[in-house]
């Protein structure tokens, strides 16, 4: 029973890998305003769904780190 269980894990994990999965890429960026302790930027992203629904998107939020900072 034990070795039926783990083919059936192995075979879920194996169809979850290989599911498209939305892509998003980097599409343009503005740079809106500089100060000490931040910089203000606008960016386009473009999302790329292999679905039929909608992508609900709400608030994203970026980090940007540069050199491990």
């Given at each position: 029973?034990?070795?039926?269980m783990d083919?059936a894990?192995?075979f879920?994990?194996?169809?979850?890998?290989?599911?498209?999965?939305p892509?998003?890429?980097?599409?343009?960026?503005t740079?809106?305003?500089?100060?000490?302790?931040a910089?203000?930027?606008?960016s386009?992203?473009?999302v790329?769904?292999?679905?039929?629904?909608?992508?609900?998107?709400?608030?994203i939020?970026?980090n940007?780190?540069?050199g491990?900072?």
């Open positions: 029973m034990a070795s039926l083919k894990k192995g879920v994990a194996d169809k979850i890998a290989h599911m498209p999965k892509e998003a890429s980097l599409d343009k960026v740079f809106k305003g500089m100060t000490r302790e910089i203000t930027v606008h386009h992203v473009n790329t769904n292999p679905y039929s629904h909608r992508i609900p998107i709400c608030d939020a970026f940007l780190k540069c491990g900072k």
